[in-house]
């Protein structure tokens, strides 16, 4: 019967004979979740014995990570922006990259918050396109609760996703403050009065080149929802078709902010100066070029 500490050891030198990294810190969250306890307990309950339940879940769990089942699947959980974030295999797990596109957003909005004098005649209206699990919508309607004058929709083409999107917004306590619409891109708010009157579009959207996903790690590959992936030939696609909207739906002072594939920053930056928009980039804690924040030219 395994104890904590037995139970840690034989975990790790598993999931290193896999071929993985980060085995410590892996098999810790597994065993937290098996057993419920939060990582620190485990170490102030290191001689406890695994009940025979704890402990035929722990190797299933483990010997799935060996597969490449991702941990944020198994447990059914990811945090981004300091929040708890419900996660299935219908949805892309979030990335920590990903933060400093809500930050961005954040900025953006407190400034025009800031500039309208928060008046229900100039109500601030923000988009998160192809909202997957919600992190980006839901982590921004937390940080702007309390704002009035700021309304929040969220599109979503997969009807698995949206439904763990909803759940997010919900265990968050803002399903009321945001709008979730079912749909591609920024089609479902044609004939809605939206036109021309969105402050703020943000999206992370596929961008991976189909034939490039064959080559992706096993863990995004064997796992992870190809919807959420393929950007098609080339990566573009999504973000042609977006930026070509965009112009549409943004006011005349409207941001378009877009998080990047650093490899395709060139391409996407034609893209934009083709359509008559300017824009600047922002780089990531790795310095990688990740984000474009995009308006266009008046």
Same mark, same amino acid.
């Given at each position: 019967?395994?104890?904590?500490?037995?139970?840690?050891?034989?975990?790790?030198?598993?999931?290193?004979?896999?071929?993985?990294?980060?085995?410590?810190?892996e098999a810790e969250v597994?065993? #937290?979740?098996? $057993? *419920?306890?939060?990582?620190?307990?485990?170490?102030?309950?290191? @001689?406890?014995?695994?009940?025979?339940?704890?402990e035929e879940n722990f190797r299933r769990m483990i010997k799935r990570r060996g597969q490449r089942e991702p941990v944020a699947y198994l447990t059914g959980h990811k945090e981004f922006m300091s929040l708890d974030f419900l996660v299935n295999p219908a949805v892309l797990i979030p990335r920590p990259e990903t933060e400093l596109l809500v930050e961005k957003a954040l900025e953006i909005i407190n400034a025009k918050v800031f500039k309208v004098g928060q008046t229900q005649k100039d109500k601030i209206l923000?988009?998160?396109?192809?909202?997957?699990?919600?992190?980006?919508?839901?982590?921004? #309607?937390?940080? $702007? *609760?309390?704002?009035?004058?700021?309304?929040?929709?969220?599109? @979503?083409?997969?009807?698995?996703?949206?439904?763990v999107a909803r759940l997010n917004a919900k265990r968050h306590?803002?399903?009321?403050?945001?709008?979730?619409?079912?749909?591609?891109?920024?089609?479902?708010?044609?004939?809605?009065?939206?036109?021309?009157?969105?402050?703020?579009?943000?999206?992370?959207?596929?961008?991976?080149?189909?034939?490039?996903?064959?080559?992706?790690?096993?863990?995004?590959?064997?796992?992870?929802?190809?919807?959420?992936?393929?950007?098609?030939?080339?990566?573009?696609?999504?973000y042609r078709r977006l930026i070509s909207q965009g112009g549409e739906f943004l006011r005349p002072d409207g941001y378009l902010l877009m998080e990047i594939d650093p490899a395709v920053i060139n391409q996407i930056s034609w893209l934009l100066i083709a359509a008559g928009w300017k824009f600047n980039v922002f780089f990531d804690l790795a310095g990688k070029e990740r984000l474009i924040a995009a308006v266009q030219e008046v």
């Open positions: 019967m395994f104890t904590v500490n037995k139970a840690l050891l034989w975990a790790k030198n598993y999931l290193k004979k896999c071929g993985l990294e980060n085995t410590a810190l597994l065993l #937290a979740f098996c $057993i *419920k306890l939060d990582r620190v307990a485990l170490y102030r309950q290191n @001689e406890r014995f695994l009940s025979p339940e704890e923000i988009v998160d396109v192809g909202t997957g699990s919600g992190a980006i919508a839901v982590s921004i #309607a937390k940080h $702007i *609760k309390n704002l009035s004058g700021v309304y929040i929709y969220a599109t @979503e083409i997969s009807p698995a996703a949206l439904d306590g803002v399903a009321g403050n945001i709008t979730f619409w079912p749909g591609d891109l920024l089609e479902p708010l044609k004939n809605q009065g939206c036109e021309g009157q969105i402050s703020l579009i943000t999206a992370n959207l596929p961008y991976i080149p189909t034939l490039e996903i064959d080559r992706l790690e096993p863990d995004v590959r064997l796992y992870e929802p190809r919807l959420a992936l393929d950007g098609g030939k080339d990566g573009l696609d999504f």
